[in-house]
């Protein structure tokens, strides 16, 4: 068993910085893809970034250049600097990732989801 526990949301003014963090803990697993989603108010989940774990990153055009994902592998977590952000970066932010654990398999994990506001 595995889960994804999430930090780092918050309010903020527009051009401040965040930094989210998703932390994977649980028995003895694999950590494959990770990745990071939003979904705003009214509007459906959306690809924020994604990282496999043997590609290259990809980012939705909404964000190029302003927020970045990066993985450490020796903590098992993924982290997402947010930087310049504005009001349309509001919503709520989840952690994704691609696991195998022993005696489960493959699967498909999401973090809890946590909250970040950007104020005008």
């Known amino acids: 068993q595995v889960q994804l526990v999430e930090s780092g949301g918050g309010l903020v003014q527009a051009g401040g910085s965040l930094r989210l963090s998703c932390a994977a803990s649980g028995i003895m697993f694999t950590i494959n893809g990770m990745g990071w989603y939003r979904q705003a108010q009214g509007k459906q989940r959306e690809l924020v970034a994604a990282?496999?774990?043997?590609?290259?990153?990809n980012y939705a055009d909404s964000v190029k250049g302003r927020l970045t994902i990066s993985r450490d592998n020796a903590k098992n977590t993924v982290y997402l600097q947010m930087n310049n952000l504005n009001p349309a970066d509001t919503a709520v932010y989840y952690c994704?990732?691609?696991?195998?654990?022993?005696?489960?398999?493959?699967?498909?994990?999401w973090g809890q989801g946590t909250q970040v506001t950007v104020s005008a």
């Open positions: 990282m496999p774990s043997g590609g290259r990153t």
């Open positions: 994704n990732a691609d696991i195998w654990a022993v005696r489960v398999g493959p699967a498909t994990y």
